[in-house]
């Protein structure tokens, strides 16, 4: 069963910041959080990853909060393209499969 | 990023038809590959991992003897779904996992839909 609750759909302005939010209340202390998305009749995208400390990368920084119950996907401009179903999954370093939850469908408005 | 291909990337068949679907990992050798399934405005679906030169672990509620995978080579791995039926149509997806980087990553496939007449 997937261990992470997210909103079913979000909308956001284009050009502006896309802020999409994970609740993983029952994270280990040994697990990881994973980003990826999915556009339309495509294979999942990685996006990003973390443990507990803030990341960034070239596409998204993720937020993670100190507790690590939660994180934030940010998508700093988004565009049209961006426009997919983002999915969060917590996984350990180690560990094989990802079990996907229902994740969030994020609409970029123009 | 490392690159997963599926071919085919589309295919019709009728009722009672095997579909072999093919996934290979171009950038690195495999050992562990998986295979799901996402029907249409649902998740994606863990069905089975496939293992290189060992019989693959399924997940549990999906049938072995019609979803057959075959892992002969480090990069490919093939998905036989046997005597399909229109409840097989759905979105296929692989993925491989890359042992050699530091997070385990998964690199996933342009997915193979298969629609049963």
């Known amino acids: 069963d997937a261990k992470t609750t997210q909103p079913p759909s979000m909308d956001c302005a284009e050009g502006r910041a896309a802020n999409l939010p994970c609740n993983h209340s029952t994270i280990s202390g040994n697990e990881y959080v994973y980003w990826y998305r999915q556009i339309h009749s495509q294979g999942p995208q990685y996006i990003i990853h973390g443990l507990k400390n803030n990341e960034t990368n070239e596409m998204a920084s993720l937020i993670i909060t100190e507790d690590r119950k939660s994180s934030t996907l940010i998508l700093p401009h988004a565009t049209l393209r961006d426009t997919a179903v983002y999915y969060c999954?917590?996984?350990?370093?180690?560990?094989?499969?990802?079990?996907f939850g229902t994740g969030t469908s994020l609409t970029v408005i123009p | 990023g490392a690159v997963v291909s599926q071919h085919p990337s589309w295919v019709i068949c009728k009722s009672g038809t095997s579909v072999k679907i093919e996934c290979r990992s171009l950038d690195f050798q495999a050992t562990t590959m998986f295979w799901y399934r996402q029907f249409p405005k649902q998740s994606l679906m863990l069905m089975a991992t496939?293992?290189?030169?060992?019989?693959?672990?399924?997940e549990q509620g999906v049938e072995k003897d019609k979803f057959l995978i075959n892992h002969a080579s480090l990069t490919l791995s093939t998905l036989t779904v046997t005597s399909a039926h229109p409840e097989d149509s759905s979105f296929y997806i692989c993925s491989d996992l890359n042992r050699g980087s530091s997070y385990n990553e998964q690199f996933f496939g342009p997915g193979t839909r298969l629609t049963v007449l």
């Open positions: 496939s293992n290189e030169g060992s019989k693959a672990t399924y």
């Open positions: 999954i917590v996984r350990i370093n180690t560990g094989n499969q990802f079990y």
